[in-house]
Structures are given as structure tokens and as C-alpha cells.
């Protein structure tokens, strides 16, 4: 909600603002829908997780509107809308599953901002503020990474399949990556190919009653893998 605030004024695109001007009250809805549920059930609201805490403080301190957009409505929303979704599909509640497709809903337009706004910021920016992307990219998503791993139990108590949304929602964040131009194709290419996907998923998130299909890590390779 604040970071969808603070964005408003970093971008210069009168149609983008108006965009993130909705988001925050998409955003104010989805706080204060989820809040009232959880009164109504008598529950508490857990604090954040360490690691997507350290995720949402380093989006929202930054004041570079690729660095912001990029964590945000890129990794951030993409990461909610696949959260959302998989959850509703492992839930029964009739309130919570109509709660949450209402809210990925949203969720999946958010994303939509960075995949039509962003490649026109990106194609205008310096060498260092690519450098600076890359380097929060990569921090961020190692936080997400061990927050997906401390929430392993969680997950596994609804009966998701922790490995099996970590490769659908890499893959998509790949995709969404290489369409920001060449070089962030070459990149996903390089850091993101299938072999080594595979092989965190298994050594992350493979359920301990499953066989782990490797034990070690794969050279990647600058050709990459088809998305």
C-alpha cells in the first residue's frame, strides 16, 4: 500500500500514475478485506516474515523508480498473484476462495504496470543504476528464496507442492524478465535456465517423503534454456 503510494510521484507517465493511483486503493481493499476476515475468525495477524520484511523495507527506501517498479510491481505482485492462486486452489472456505480471486485479480493487473511501463524506464537508464538493479534483483531474491524455506511447513500443511510453485513462479518471473529487453534476456538466460531451477527447487522445497532427483548444482550456461 505505501510503496504503490510512493511510486506515484518517481514516475513521469500521466497513465502510469493514474494506474498506481487505483492500485493504492486496490491495495487499501485487499488490507482491510483480509483484516476483517481474520476478526471474524477470532485471529491474530502474524508478523511479517524476517526475510520479506527485508524485501518490502529495501523496495520501499530505494528512490529509484526502476529499482522501486521492478521490485515491486515485478517480483512483489508476480510472487502475490502465484501465492494467491495457489492458495485458493488448496482451500475449501467458500469466503476465502472468493477473497482471494478478487484480490489476485488485482494482483494480476499490477503486474501488468511493469510489463508495459518498465521496458521504457529500463531503455533510458545508466550503466550504474542497471548495476544497482541487478544487485538488489539478486539480494531480493535470495530473501525470497529463504522465506519460501522457512514457510515450507505452512505451505505443506495445506498440501502445497512448495517445489512445484517455486518452478511455475520462476519461470513466469523469467518471462516476465526477458521481455524487458535483450539484455535482461541474456541474463535470465544465464541465471535462470531450467537445469539450475530444477535444482533449487529440489534441494529447497522438495518434501522430505520425496526422492530429490540431484544433489548437485549445475553449471549454467550462457546459451540458457527456452522458457
Not at 518517481?10 to 476483517?36: G, I, N, P
Request: hydrophobic share 45%; charged share 25%.
Amino acid at each position: 500500500l505505501q510503496i504503490s503510494a510512493e511510486l506515484i510521484p518517481l514516475v513521469e507517465d500521466l497513465d502510469a500514475q493514474k494506474v498506481l493511483a487505483v492500485q493504492v486503493v486496490e491495495e487499501a481493499k485487499h488490507v482491510t478485506a483480509l483484516q476483517r476476515y481474520l476478526e471474524l475468525l477470532g485471529g491474530e495477524i502474524p508478523p511479517v516474515n524476517f526475510f520479506c520484511k527485508q524485501v518490502l523495507e529495501g523496495v520501499r527506501a530505494t528512490k529509484s523508480p526502476a529499482v522501486k517498479l521492478l521490485g515491486m510491481q515485478l517480483l512483489v505482485e508476480n510472487l502475490a498473484h502465484h501465492l494467491f492462486l495457489e492458495i485458493r486452489s488448496h482451500v475449501e472456505e467458500p469466503v476465502l476462495r472468493d477473497l482471494l480471486r478478487y484480490i489476485d485479480q488485482d494482483e494480476a493487473k499490477h503486474v501488468g504496470l511493469a510489463r508495459n511501463y518498465l521496458p521504457r524506464i529500463l531503455a533510458r537508464t545508466g550503466k550504474l543504476e542497471i548495476a544497482k538493479i541487478l544487485g538488489y534483483s539478486t539480494f531480493w531474491g535470495l530473501c525470497l528464496l529463504s522465506a519460501g524455506y522457512q514457510l515450507k511447513g505452512a505451505a505443506e500443511s495445506l498440501d502445497i507442492d512448495v517445489a512445484k510453485g517455486f518452478r511455475r513462479v520462476t519461470r513466469e518471473h523469467r518471462k516476465l524478465v526477458s521481455n524487458l529487453g535483450w539484455f535482461w534476456r541474456i541474463c535470465t538466460k544465464v541465471t535462470l535456465s531450467d537445469p539450475f531451477i530444477e535444482w533449487l527447487a529440489d534441494t529447497l522445497y522438495t518434501r522430505r517423503d520425496e526422492p530429490i532427483r540431484g544433489s548437485r548444482a549445475p553449471a549454467t550456461s550462457a546459451r540458457g534454456d527456452r522458457a
